[in-house]
T-cell receptor, first 112, second 111 residues
Framework: NAGVTQTPKFQVLKTGQSMTLQCAQD?????MYWYRQDPGMGLRLIYY???????DKGEVPNGYNVSRLNKREFSLRLESAAPSQTSVYFC???????????FGPGTRLTVL | TQLLEQSPQFLSIQEGENLTVYCNSS?????LQWYRQEPGEGPVLLVT?????EVKKLKRLTFQFGDARKDSSLHITAAQPGDTGLYLC???????????FGAGTTVTVRA
């Protein structure tokens, strides 16, 4: 099993450009999440999806949008990138019986 | 402010030494999880503690959940370079399935 996969692994954008980060899981989990990780601040939840067709804002949703395309895929879109969005982005899915979250390898995004 | 405070922020020790990292909160948690994150990768779950006062052991790692379920600790005995990584604690807030994460402790074990 691949678990949680993310693309791309690295990305450099200029201020104002847009991009979509892709995430897919093959564990048949209902819940999926997008986090950003910044030095000294741990993982902060951007958006989450409790099930296919539903999405909700997390702690830091401003500047982002998400789409839960189907049960497997959950994408994160930056419409107009800003330098403050330079970060490492992680997608995760969770096992409802144990609340264990399974993380992808991350996308390292730099906005110039 | 973080819901879960981890200390210390950084820890560098020699191979063979012991270390303890802490995770504290003013809130009660139904459970706490510990994850380890290696450079360039996503966090991976090490253990979940559920019962106040619970102690769990995974080889050289010992996890403890405080009696009041507001804090937890991770103790590593005879640390090895392979223990190097970022250790994160996390817990469900307000009985929600979403997790709140601490900022983490970066552990470096020198050979």
């Amino acid at each position: 099993n691949a678990g949680v996969t993310q693309t791309p692994k690295f990305q450099v954008l200029k201020t104002g450009q847009s991009m979509t980060l892709q995430c897919a899981q093959d564990m048949n989990h209902n819940s999926m999440y997008w986090y950003r990780q910044d030095p000294g601040m741990g993982l902060r939840l951007i958006y989450y999806s409790a099930s296919e067709g539903t999405t909700d804002k997390g702690e830091v949703p401003n500047g982002y949008n998400v789409s839960r395309l189907n049960k497997r895929e959950f994408s994160l879109r930056l419409e107009s990138a800003a330098p403050s969005q330079t970060s490492v982005y992680f997608c995760a899915s969770s096992d409802p019986t144990t609340d264990t979250q399974y993380f992808g390898p991350g996308t390292r995004l730099t906005v110039l | 402010t973080q819901l879960l405070e981890q200390s210390p922020q950084f820890l560098s020790i020699q191979e063979g030494e012991n270390l303890t990292v802490y995770c504290n909160s003013s809130s009660v948690f139904s459970s706490l999880q510990w994850y380890r994150q290696e450079p360039g990768e996503g966090p991976v779950l090490l253990v979940t503690v559920v019962t106040g006062g619970e102690v769990k052991k995974l080889k050289r790692l010992t996890f403890q959940f405080g009696d009041a379920r507001k804090d937890s600790s991770l103790h590593i005995t005879a640390a090895q370079p392979g223990d190097t990584g970022l250790y994160l604690c996390a817990g469900p807030h307000n009985n929600d399935y979403k997790l709140s994460f601490g900022a983490g402790t970066t552990v470096t074990v020198r050979a």
